[in-house]
């Protein structure tokens, strides 16, 4: 059974940092497209990044410049850095991945990804 723990949330000041990670059980990242979604208080989830199988990302505009997602496949965890962070990245952050290529899906549609973890909370104050 696929499972996805996410963990690092917390409460930082605007400016500051903070990585995510995302640990998997029941397959291995190798062959999933990943991604980092978030959903701020009375919006909908958003896409932020994304992750293929070949290490090739993408980046919401919002955030590019300022997050990076990385995956370790021998230890079958997904990473978000957050720098720079400002307080419209308060959200919920959840992993999520599928069984296809990144390149072939509408990434950041949340819809196409089969598994999701339970969420960290951000906060960022000003």
């Known amino acids: 059974q696929v499972q996805l723990v996410e963990s690092g949330g917390g409460s930082v000041q605007a400016g500051g940092s903070l990585r995510l990670s995302c640990a998997a059980s029941g397959y291995t990242y190798s062959s999933y497209c990943m991604g980092w979604f978030r959903q701020a208080p009375g919006k909908e989830r958003e896409g932020v990044a994304t992750i293929d199988s070949d290490g090739s990302t993408s980046y919401a505009d919002s955030v590019k410049g300022r997050f990076t997602i990385s995956k370790d496949n021998a230890k079958n965890t997904l990473y978000l850095q957050m720098n720079s962070l400002k307080p419209e990245d308060t959200a919920v952050y959840y992993c999520?991945?599928?069984?296809?290529?990144?390149?072939?899906?509408?990434?950041?549609?949340?819809?196409?990804?089969?598994?999701w973890g339970q969420g960290t909370q951000v906060i960022v104050s000003s």
């Open positions: 999520a991945a599928v069984q296809e290529l990144c390149a072939t899906i509408s990434r950041f549609d949340e819809n196409v990804y089969s598994f």
